[in-house]
């Protein structure tokens, strides 16, 4: 899964059984999981 480190912001890949959920550029212990953007649809009044 794709995260991203508050502190730093880089891109951090997270496999499943890792032992710690750190940063490995600067240690940090907060990362937030990257969500797709959301597309806004305008659509017409009628």
Not at 14 to 41: F, H
Request: charged share 35%.
């Amino acid at each position: 899964m794709a995260y991203y480190c508050l502190r730093c912001k880089k891109t951090v890949e997270i496999k499943t059984g890792y032992p710690s959920v750190r940063c490995p550029y600067c240690g940090y212990r907060a990362l937030k999981k990257e969500r797709p953007t959301v597309v806004v649809k305008k659509l017409k009044a009628e």
